[in-house]
T-cell receptor, first 114, second 109 residues
Framework: DTAVSQTPKYLVTQMGNDKSIKCEQN?????MYWYKQDSKKFLKIMFS???????INETVPNRFSPKSPDKAHLNLHINSLELGDSAVYFC?????????????FGPGTRLTVT | GENVEQHPSTLSVQEGDSAVIKCTYS??????FPWYKQELGKGPQLIID?????GEKKDQRIAVTLNKTAKHFSLHITETQPEDSAVYFC????????FGAGTRLTVKP
């Protein structure tokens, strides 16, 4: 069973479009995350979310918004896509927010904006 | 906020040799230090972690050491195999997880 899954695996779109990436975890975790990995492989947190609190990295443009229909899902919506948004986006989950809890990552979505 | 530095950025070893990757962190409140392995086209996979109340942890060919006083921790891989080739990330966590920049390990057969 896949613990953290993402769809689609690849997403190619044009500048100015709006797109979504879906994430699901079947681990029963309370907290989910979105990370961005740039071309140099650097991993940077974008959001962390549980059913009580959304924490946003202040450097993330407000064109990016997470939406959680339920505890097992955290989707990433991106409006007005820009060339600089091209990257690999990873969803992750952990048992709780904060504290020494393991984070488990999904397989990633490679977004290419042309 | 937390700042994690990781060295070296690339590491090439011969099969059977040992590999060591080192990280330093800045926030003394960090209490959890995982290591991830990322293979091409895949997501980071947790391979070992250590919590701040422990100085060393070992799992078969992989070991991690933590020096809280000096604020550094290291990953040791012994008897390396070609399938160990990947990018390895260290991270430090108090509230948010902060990652090092990664080490590309190549194990030559």
């Amino acid at each position: 069973d896949t613990a953290v899954s993402q769809t689609p695996k690849y997403l190619v779109t044009q500048m100015g479009n709006d797109k979504s990436i879906k994430c699901e975890q079947n681990l029963g975790h309370d907290t989910m995350y979105w990370y961005k990995q740039d071309s140099k492989k650097f991993l940077k947190i974008m959001f962390s979310y549980n059913n009580k609190e959304l924490i946003i990295n202040e450097t993330v443009p407000n064109r990016f918004s997470p939406k959680s229909p339920d505890k097992a899902h955290l989707n990433l919506h991106i409006n007005s896509l820009e060339l600089g948004d091209s990257a690999v986006y990873f969803c992750a989950s952990s048992l709780r927010t904060g504290g020494p809890y393991e984070q488990y990552f999904g397989p990633g979505t490679r977004l290419t904006v042309t | 906020g937390e700042n994690v530095e990781q060295h070296p950025s690339t590491l090439s070893v011969q099969e059977g040799d040992s590999a060591v990757i080192k990280c330093t962190y800045s926030d003394s409140a960090s209490n959890y230090f995982p290591w991830y392995k990322q293979e091409l086209g895949k997501g980071p996979q947790l391979i070992i972690d250590i919590r701040s109340n422990v100085g060393e942890k070992k799992d078969q060919r992989i070991a991690v050491t933590l020096n809280k006083t000096a604020k550094h921790f290291s990953l040791h891989i012994t008897e390396t195999q070609p399938e160990d080739s990947a990018v390895y990330f260290c991270a430090a966590k108090e509230n948010d997880m902060r990652f090092g920049a990664g080490t590309r390990l190549t194990v030559k057969p």
